[in-house]
């Protein structure tokens, strides 16, 4: 084991970290978990403590730590090719491979696959070819872009404009002018108990038209959506979202772009989130599973319509100006390929499904009738408990009380992993797709003491 006492003093005095509150790190009043090995579901730190991950780092490593099949194609990449760019017509086996691999299980009306370094780059690819692709068609006023409020799409310029979670706004002179946001799909936070799920359904696609007729169908250019509320709660779409949006968006000719981030390769138990809820993307995005980050790799899967009008635009303009020095880097792309391959051979998108519901289940079972638990979703490899101060009157806790924050605390002390999600007390949970029916049920029972000990102590 690591015996350098000074990483922690490092960690404090020369990292600067994401996400993070900076003056409570930098005066040692939060932890610095430095982790070191992690094999299947489990992480341990330079202390010798070991976590059941039930949030697979930041919902990315889909096949679990460890496998050594891609720590070995990631090895001779670098010894054979560590590095050649994709500019100009320039490719690999290994990136080359992975794009016919995306392409093999991406939906049909797919065409190509623009391969960048994570979520919130391909993000900005994507905005970008949009705006392209209408200027291309003579459109040059339809530009805007529609997100949604709870919409996590990542934290650059245009991308953390897309989000629509105010942390990662303020402050930050975030959104841009070119962002709208609409209704948040989230039935349990709705304004008007009354409505059934269809009718608040139909309500956001109305809210929709409403803000497409206020700005003008002729300036915006595409709505931007997880296939299922990730970041913003992990929240499945209610009844009849996905069938009252789509076509709002086609009537006025309005691209949709999935946001396949979290949802893409199995976290649904299907290999993609669009075709599981009945999506018809124009483009996707798509990053974390696809390599299981292994290393860093995202993507943009352009579909057949798109792709035309950015070849004729070529022809007409000359070669795309858009392309990062590491976009498709051979590294990622043998990542992916032999991720890709284990994703398939150990059936790890039917585990997603299978144990995925089982999870889900047994979450619900062991907490949906306590007092202070408003709700447990979820769906595939992926679950949320949230939590009120009063199940009857849907009061939420006081933010500042930080009750999430504590029940996480209190559940990685029992040694368990979960994610208190950014906005709301959530308890969120990704595990790895290999999770096992045993591990799930220590999640389940971690989480349910956990619970226990911080509300009732408080
Ligand atoms: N899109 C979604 C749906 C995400 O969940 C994330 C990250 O969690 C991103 C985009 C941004 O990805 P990255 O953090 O790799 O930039």
Known sequence: MLTNDQLSKWDRDSFMHPSTHLAQHARGESPNRIVQTASGCHITDRDGNRFLDAFAGLYCVNIGYGRQEVAEAIAEQARELAYYHAYVGHGTEASITLAQMVMDRAPDHMSKVYFGLGGSDANE????????????????QKKKIISRWRGYHGSG??????????LFHQKFDLPLDAVLHTTSPYYFRRDDLSLSEAEFSAKCAADLEELIAREGAGTIAAFIAEPLLGTGGIVPPPAGYWEAIQPVLQKHDILLIADEVVTGFGRMGSMFGSPHYGITPDIMTIAKGLTSAYAPLSGSIISNKVWK????????????????????????????????????????????????????????????????????????????VELVEDRDT???????????????????????????????????????????REEADTVVSVTAEAIKEVLERR
């Open 309 to 384: 009008v950015l070849e004729d635009g070529t022809d007409e303009f000359g070669p795309l100006g858009h392309g990062w020095t590491y976009s498709a880097h051979p590294i990622g792309a043998a990542a992916g390929v032999a991720n890709l391959k284990l994703l398939d051979s150990l059936n790890l998108v039917e585990n997603a499904r299978d144990t995925g519901a089982y999870f889900n289940q047994a979450m619900r079972t062991a907490l949906a009738e306590h007092a202070q638990v408003g709700e447990v979703r979820g769906d595939g490899m992926l679950c949320a």
């Open 157 to 166: 310029l245009m991308s953390g404009s897309l989000t629509g979670l105010s």
């Open 125 to 140: 690819t994507n905005i970008k070819l949009v705006w392209y692709y209408n200027n291309i068609r003579g459109l040059p």
């Open 394 to 436: 849907r009061t939420f806790f006081d933010p500042a009380k930080k009750i999430t924050p504590q029940i996480v605390a209190e559940m990685a002390r029992r040694g368990v992993i979960a994610r208190a999600m950014p906005q709301g007390d959530i308890i969120g949970y990704a595990p790895p797709l290999c999770l096992s």
